[in-house]
């Protein structure tokens, strides 16, 4: 899993806090504006999540970390209810997007507009699962060699 702070060119204002409070891995250019060296490592994110709450233009994201779901996306259709309506004898209204959270009851619309950045979440979650899956199969094996650390 890759941690990775990215910027977002058209949000910031060239503060420079974040260079102030995560200087491992942000540097200023010569007009004041971030520029971000290499991965996070696991022992400096406290740092970067640090610089991400405290940038004032919200310019700063903690990628791989932040951008994750976990759950399904589904498609239906909907029937108004209108007596009257095209629906009430044939298809419903839609297809529209619906997220479902893991472990959590209901589903949530998703508009037309961020069903694309929800896959991207979700693909994400799936890969985290993947990843903390394959951790756990590690220490199963080392706590049967009572070497678990
Ligand atoms: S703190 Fe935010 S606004 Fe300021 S330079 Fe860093 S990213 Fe840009």
């Known amino acids: 899993m890759r941690w990775r702070l990215r910027v977002d060119p058209t949000a910031c204002t060239g503060h420079g806090l974040c260079a102030d409070l995560f200087p491992e891995r942000?540097?200023?250019?010569?007009?004041g504006f971030p520029v971000i060296h290499g991965d996070v490592p696991a022992g400096l994110t406290g740092h970067a999540r640090r610089a991400v709450r405290a940038c004032p233009a919200?310019?700063?994201?903690?990628?791989?970390v932040e951008q994750v779901l976990f759950g399904s996306?589904?498609?239906?259709?909907?029937?108004?209810g209108k007596i009257n309506c095209r629906c009430a004898g044939g298809d419903g209204h839609g297809p529209y997007a619906y997220f479902a959270p893991s472990g959590v009851r209901g589903m949530r619309y998703v508009p037309?507009?961020?069903?694309?950045?929800?896959?991207?979440?979700?693909?994400?979650?799936?890969?985290i699962e993947g990843v903390l899956a394959e951790i756990s199969a590690i220490n199963l094996e080392l706590l049967a060699r009572r070497a678990l650390p």
Do not use: S
């Open 58 to 64: 919200l310019a700063l994201r903690l990628g791989d």
């Open 112 to 127: 037309a507009t961020l069903v694309v950045p929800a896959r991207e979440c979700l693909g994400q979650g799936e890969r």
């Open 73 to 80: 996306l589904v498609e239906q259709t909907r029937k108004c």
């Open 26 to 31: 942000v540097e200023l250019d010569e007009w």
